[in-house]
């Protein structure tokens, strides 16, 4: 193959690019340990670092999925212990009314009933104080009432 190669370049006139040569062989040597300290030094390296780097990432989705799923979790627990404590609350609320409307009803039922009694006591004090002046009164009723006839009239009633 070289060597048809190699007529055909020594045919034509013209210089090679490239000799074929033995050096070929140096330089596919060289390439191929260059390539494979720098798979060994460079790659290799930057293939483990980019590998943990990827883990890593997968790692700290993985942490914040799960930090999210129980950020969820508690947010629920917490939102129905909310709930359950408002409704303790309005329990709580609708019976201290019921209590209030209670001791309201004991207190307007004790003081509409010292309010009968005073009132009760004010009346029949009023009524005898009424008849003690009636009996009072009665004597004086003729002379009451020709003092307001002289008042009324201007003169003398007899």
Known sequence: MYGALALAVAASDEVPLIDLDHTLWIQLALFLLLMLFLSKAVFGPYLKLKDAREKGIEGARGQAKEMQQGATERGADYEGRLLQAKQRGTDEKARLRAE?????REILGKAREETSRAVEAARAKLQQET????????PRVSELAGAVARKLLGREVQ
């Open 131 to 138: 008849a003690k002046l009636r009996t009072d009164m009665v």
């Open 100 to 104: 209030g409307a209670e001791h309201e």
